[in-house]
């Protein structure tokens, strides 16, 4: 009897080949129907990845099936060197039929990101982007300590993270764009002189790593990055600021083309002990520099006026000066009024005499 897994990439995923591959790919831990119905955004990406993967015609038919992804992922588990899994992965029949060398360098790149969500490797269709990471030697756990570990941090003017630091107000006040991404190496990052932030926008996904870990499963991750990268998410969108749920809902729901995690509305929240810059070690610099960039930010618009009052006295200082201004415009016009109207009750009266 054939295995849901033994299905073809390019097909479509079913349930049952879902819940397989959440239970293959990142260990024994039995999948939930919950697990199931919040990893859609995930499912997406993996089908996504296979489509491009599969755009050259065949060359990559060393590996054909979801069953050949899990062997390959098997390999990255036992946190084998990536030289033997690529000495392996090139011997095999069907990498010599598919060109052996580079068809064995695209299914490690296509597992690689299917179990991390990073771009690894360059597409197949298309030129490396800016944010693409290479893993060219050591095991998979040495590539995500190298691109997610602990860095010289950033030391920001004050240790306590202020509550104005929410991505809601990074676009209203700052004018900032925010624009969702499935790379995870590109979570937080500013680009375009700053005018647009990149969120990794599937935290089931996060969410279902981290319980595996929880469990003393073995994370591909860093130790403890699963749970503060959770952290940033109740940071920058906290579940008790109703105006940034109310955004965060309509952000969920405007989206078409890229589905959005509902689970980005229950992030949680943090309490004021845990809103210290030295509580973040892996995203510490980003956050910092995220801050900065608020703090330099100065309004273009009315609306980024009425919204910025991170400085109380100087936001009442010019709503008051608005307000005498439109006061004293408005009683202007009134007093033009009615010295016309007087003038123009004198000729009438005069017209009548």
């Known amino acids: ?32 129907e919950n697990d199931v119905r919040s990893m859609q955004p995930y499912f997406q990406y ?6 491009q993967f599969l755009l050259d015609g065949g060359m990559h038919v060393s590996v054909s099936t979801h069953n050949d992804i899990i062997r390959l992922a098997n390999k990255f ?10 000495h392996s992965l090139s011997a095999s029949s069907q990498c010599k039929a598919a060109g052996s060398t580079a068809a064995a360098n695209c299914a490690i ?3 690689a990101r299917l179990l991390l969500m990073v771009t690894i490797g360059e597409p197949p269709n298309g030129l490396p982007g800016p944010s693409t990471m290479y893993w060219k030697s050591g095991t998979i756990t040495d590539f995500t300590e190298s691109c997610f570990g602990v860095q010289h941090q950033l030391n920001p003017e004050n240790a306590q993270i202020s509550k104005m630091l929410t991505m809601l107000n990074l676009q209203k006040i700052g004018g900032m764009e925010i624009e969702w991404t499935r790379n995870l ?22 969410k279902f790593q981290h319980r595996h870990s929880a469990s003393n499963i073995q994370s591909l991750f860093p130790s403890g990055f699963l749970e503060e990268t959770l952290r940033t998410f109740s940071l920058l969108f906290p ?21 959005l995690d509902p ?13 210290r810059y030295e509580n973040f070690k892996y995203w510490n610099n980003r956050l910092v520099i995220l801050k900065q960039a608020l703090d330099d930010a100065r309004p273009q618009t009315m609306m980024q006026w009425w919204h910025d009052r991170r400085n109380g006295v100087q936001w009442y200082t010019f709503w008051v000066a608005i307000l005498v201004f ?26 009548q005499s």
């Open 326 to 351: 439109i006061v004293t415009i408005f009683f202007g016009i009134i007093q033009s009024l009615e010295g016309a109207l007087q003038v123009w009750l004198s000729w009438k009266s005069i017209d």
């Open 109 to 111: 790149h296509l597992c």
């Open 77 to 86: 588990h036992r946190n084998l060197a990536r030289g033997d899994i690529l």
């Open 263 to 275: 689970a980005l509305l229950h992030c949680g929240s943090l309490w004021i002990h845990e809103r």
């Open 185 to 206: 190496a590109d979570h937080l990052r500013l680009i375009d002189d700053d005018r647009r932030i990149l969120v990794f926008s599937c935290i089931s996904f996060l």
């Open 239 to 259: 579940q008790n600021d109703s105006a940034s749920q109310k955004w965060l809902s309509s952000q969920i729901k405007g989206r078409d083309h890229i589905s």
């Open 1 to 32: 009897m054939s295995s849901p897994l033994d299905t073809k990439l390019a097909g479509t995923i079913g349930t049952e080949t879902q819940r397989s591959l959440i239970c293959q790919l990142w260990g024994p831990l039995a999948p939930t």
């Open 46 to 51: 993996y089908s996504t990845q296979c489509r």
